[in-house]
């Protein structure tokens, strides 16, 4: 299969990796060559640490790299695609433009796919003269390591495009759920209900950051407690996505306003070094503010 991904970011970068690795051919665009370089050091990054874990051989990682090329062509990069997956930012006027350069790019067969992780999928697909061929891929950060996918069905998807979603999903060999399409879906709407839970517990002086975390991590098996989760996401995409939540879901997704404080601090989490945790090389060294660890 011959498959498009639209944004070289850690997202998109990690949806080629795996389509790659499982034997797909694959085209990586972003707008900017550094851009493209980036996603492809990334990916070149994840499959040596692949190898040194044992996880995969060097003969595999060889042709998983054979598989994917980078180029800031959008035409070049979908014109011969089967599947072409978007994940650029979560702006719903951007995803339309998208979808809709796409379509004018490719024939009628080719499934259009976004990997939002709350924005609308029905509302993506009504820029598309052929809408249904439009489905939701949502991914989890990192998709090179992460198993499950949440397939989100918009309401002009039709059997075959669920079908062939279902059959790409499984191919690559991660989990799929299956989903209609509503505000935040099922994992985005329940994940960010914790996490603003546990940020607000943290306002009140429930429980220190590291502690909320490390309750849930071990008495409810959760891998990552959900404040780490969201340094790890990115508060500005928290954010992000309590505010959309908030407008079509209610009150309940109002965001706590350390959240906001942070974020207009440029306090975004890994990213930035510093979020509700601090961190050095990409480990979490100390907590944010007047908690220890």
Do not use: C
């Not at 979560?90 to 979808?99: G, I, T």
């Not at 976004?114 to 249904?132: G, H, K, Q, R």
């Not at 098996?221 to 995409?237: A, K, R, Y």
Request: hydrophobic share 40%; no cysteine; proline share 3%.
């Amino acid at each position: 299969m011959q498959i498009a991904v639209l944004g070289a970011g850690s997202m998109g970068h990690g949806i080629a990796q795996v389509s790659a690795t499982a034997g797909h051919d694959v085209v990586l665009r972003d707008v900017e060559d550094d851009l493209v370089e980036d996603g492809l050091e990334g990916i070149r990054e994840n499959l040596q640490g692949g190898v040194d874990r044992d996880k995969l051989t060097e003969s595999e990682m060889a042709a998983a790299l054979e598989r994917i090329e980078g180029t800031t062509d959008l035409e070049a990069a979908v014109a011969d695609a089967d599947l072409v997956v978007e994940a650029v930012p979560e702006d719903m006027d951007l995803k339309q433009q998208v979808f809709s350069d796409v379509e004018d790019a490719t024939g009628e067969d080719t499934v259009i796919a976004s990997n939002t992780s709350s924005l609308s999928v029905t509302e993506m697909a009504s820029a598309l003269e052929n809408p249904e061929r439009a489905v939701g891929l949502h991914f989890f950060n990192p998709p090179h390591i992460m198993d499950l996918v949440e397939i989100i069905i918009a309401e002009q998807t039709d059997e075959r495009t669920e079908e062939f979603a279902i059959d790409y999903v499984r191919d690559i060999e991660k989990e799929d759920v299956v989903v209609r399409d509503t505000a935040g879906f099922a994992t985005s709407r329940l994940g960010l209900a914790l996490g603003l839970e546990a940020i607000r517990m943290v306002e009140q002086g429930v429980a220190s950051p590291a502690d909320i975390d490390e309750g849930m991590e071990i008495g409810y098996g959760h891998p990552m407690g959900p404040i780490e989760l969201t340094d790890h996401v990115g508060l500005d995409v928290r954010l992000h996505i309590a505010e959309y939540l908030r407008e079509e879901l209610g009150e309940r997704f109002k965001p706590p306003q350390s959240l906001r404080r942070k974020v207009r601090a440029g306090k975004l989490g890994k990213k930035t070094g510093e979020g509700y945790y601090v961190w050095e090389d990409g480990e979490r060294v100390g907590t944010s503010g007047d908690w220890d660890e």
